[in-house]
């Protein structure tokens, strides 16, 4: 994952399932994610379906 704006690599995930994509956003800690405007990704339904169920959060 990384930040558009700078192109700063924030993360690297081992894999592409769902279970890698919280600890990124634990690690942001609430007030990053609060901070988060918007969010690209590819057509991986599975990681769409957890950012999107888990966007109230961020």
């Given at each position: 994952?990384?930040?558009?704006?700078?192109?700063?690599?924030?993360?690297?995930?081992?894999?592409?399932?769902?279970?890698?994509?919280?600890?990124?956003?634990?690690?942001?800690?609430?007030?990053?994610?609060?901070?988060?405007?918007?969010?690209?990704?590819?057509?991986?339904?599975?990681?769409?379906a957890?950012?999107?169920?888990?966007?109230?959060?961020?």
């Amino acid at each position: 994952m990384l930040d558009a704006d700078t192109r700063r690599v924030l993360h690297i995930a081992k894999d592409r399932t769902c279970a890698a994509i919280p600890p990124f956003f634990g690690a942001l800690g609430e007030a990053s994610c609060r901070r988060i405007q918007v969010i690209s990704m590819d057509m991986n339904t599975a990681g769409a379906a957890l950012v999107s169920s888990s966007s109230h959060r961020l």
